[in-house]
C-alpha cells in the first residue's frame, strides 16, 4: 500500500521546527534523577542550616537503588524511597536514638526526617534538590555540592 505524501505549507515546517528545536532546550527534566549523590541539608520549612563543620555530622541524604540512607546530624536514618518522574514518596524511616548534643540540631533532625517523609514530590535546578510537598510548598532544600 502506497501513502500519499505529506505536503506541509512554509509556516507550518517552521512551526514543527521550532516546536522540536525547543524540546531539545529544557533545562529541567521531570525525570531528574537524584541517586549517586549526597545530599547535604541547607533549608528546612524554612530554616536556614548552617554546615556543623564535619561534612559527617551534617543532615544529608543517599538515594540509592529504593534505599535512602544517611543521618540526621544526630542519629543515622535509613528508609525506602520510590520515585516516579518528579513524584517520590520516602518513608518509613527507621533512625538510630542518640541523643543530640544541643536542642537546635535536636529540632533541625526532627523537622528534616519530617520534610523527608512529607515530601510527594522533588525539584533540581543546578546542585540543589527541593522536597516538595502535595500542596506545591518547599518543605527542604538540600545541596550536592561542597559545603
Request: charged share 15%.
Amino acid at each position: 500500500m502506497r501513502f500519499p505524501a505529506l505536503r506541509l505549507s512554509r509556516p507550518a515546517t517552521l512551526l514543527i521546527g521550532c516546536v522540536i528545536a525547543l524540546a531539545g532546550c529544557s533545562s529541567v527534566s521531570l525525570d531528574e534523577p537524584i541517586e549517586a549523590r549526597t545530599w547535604r541539608l541547607v533549608n528546612v520549612y524554612g530554616t536556614a542550616v548552617a554546615p556543623s563543620g564535619d561534612a559527617g555530622a551534617d543532615a544529608q541524604v543517599v538515594f540509592n537503588n529504593g534505599q535512602v540512607s544517611g543521618s540526621g546530624g544526630c542519629n543515622r536514618i535509613t528508609g525506602s524511597y520510590q520515585r516516579t518522574g518528579s513524584s517520590m514518596k520516602i518513608g518509613p524511616l527507621a533512625s538510630t536514638r542518640r541523643a543530640c548534643v544541643d536542642a537546635t540540631r535536636t529540632q533541625v533532625e526532627t523537622s528534616f526526617l519530617a520534610a523527608l517523609q512529607g515530601s510527594t514530590h522533588y525539584s533540581i535546578v543546578g546542585s540543589e534538590l527541593m522536597l516538595i510537598d502535595g500542596g506545591g510548598q518547599t518543605l527542604a532544600k538540600l545541596s550536592s555540592a561542597a559545603p
